[in-house]
């Protein structure tokens, strides 16, 4: 099943924790200025705007990061995020938003390899679209067997954005294997995987995250992981009734994400614990 289109969701709180992240983190590879391999596993879309009906329809981009731009203006950002700032406020001159490909394509450093995969057939053909003009390496196929298949790397110096839907439960089963397989043949990467906070998941994403955790730390004990959130609503704060019969009652939708972060760069951890409390204090609805 490949239903999911990002169009609905493009920078809502999600993407806000993600994208900050994914600036960090390029950061962090451009500051010794050598090359480097980096890997975006659910690449969508590209780009994406925000006068959609698809957007207009939900409302998250309003929530989120128009949100954050204008609040931005009156109470003063950490200077760590202003880097993410600066390239959502360029896309927001033009009512778009960029998804990951297009973030690191801006930030790429020298002669870095970038290499992006994307299953749906509509959203790839969007991507190539959206990057015609850029140094991009695009694969038409499942994400997972795309990086399984092509690391380690030949620059081994890299990083890996790992981006799910979770549309199908078999996401959180690949998460946990591909990526401890991944890591065993290329533990100089940072790996990065974003994942939701949804209620009646709670236990899977739970499950999802210690698997990988233990997996990671039986290759190498010594390995950093680092493993942050951003909630702005409570776990009862709205329903979702489109899941009712499917999984026996009435339970929330995404009301936060989380970013768990092997071999993250150094001080990444210092950088989040400012920002975070930021967007928190801008973004959260009132908590019930």
Aim: glycine share 4%; with cysteine.
């Amino acid at each position: 099943m490949l239903s999911y289109i990002h169009a609905y969701h493009a920078g809502n709180h999600a993407d806000i924790l993600k994208h900050t992240v994914l600036v960090l983190l390029m950061e962090s590879l451009n500051a010794k200025q050598k090359p480097y391999t980096f890997f975006d596993t659910h690449a969508g879309s590209g780009l994406y705007s925000l006068d959609d009906e698809r957007a207009l329809k939900t409302g998250e981009s309003e929530r989120g990061i128009e949100r954050l731009l204008k609040i931005s203006e009156k109470k003063s950002p950490p200077e760590e995020m202003l880097s993410y700032l600066e390239i959502a406020k360029k896309y927001y001159s033009l009512r778009k938003y960029p998804g990951s490909p297009l973030i690191v394509s801006d930030l790429l450093f020298g002669e870095s390899v970038h290499i992006a995969s994307e299953l749906h057939n509509a959203e790839f053909e969007n991507l190539k679209e959206n990057t015609r003009s850029r140094k991009i390496n695009l694969h038409h196929r499942n994400g997972w067997e795309m990086l399984n298949a092509l690391t380690p790397p030949q620059i081994k110096r890299g990083a890996i954005l790992c981006d799910p839907s979770y549309e199908e439960l078999s996401d959180y089963e690949n998460a946990h294997k591909v990526l401890s397989a991944v890591y065993k043949k290329w533990q100089t990467a940072t790996i990065a995987l974003w994942y939701p906070l949804i209620r009646y998941r709670r236990d899977i994403i739970d499950n999802m995250k210690s698997a990988l955790f233990a997996s990671i730390r039986k290759i190498n004990v010594s390995t950093e992981i680092l493993d942050v959130n951003l909630c702005v609503e409570s776990e009862n704060a709205h329903k979702e009734t489109s899941l009712k019969h499917a999984i026996g009652s009435e339970s929330p939708r995404l009301y936060g994400s989380g970013m768990f972060i092997i071999n993250p760069p150094w001080k990444l951890d210092e950088k989040l614990s400012v920002i975070l409390p930021y967007m928190r204090d801008v973004l959260c609805a009132e908590i019930s």
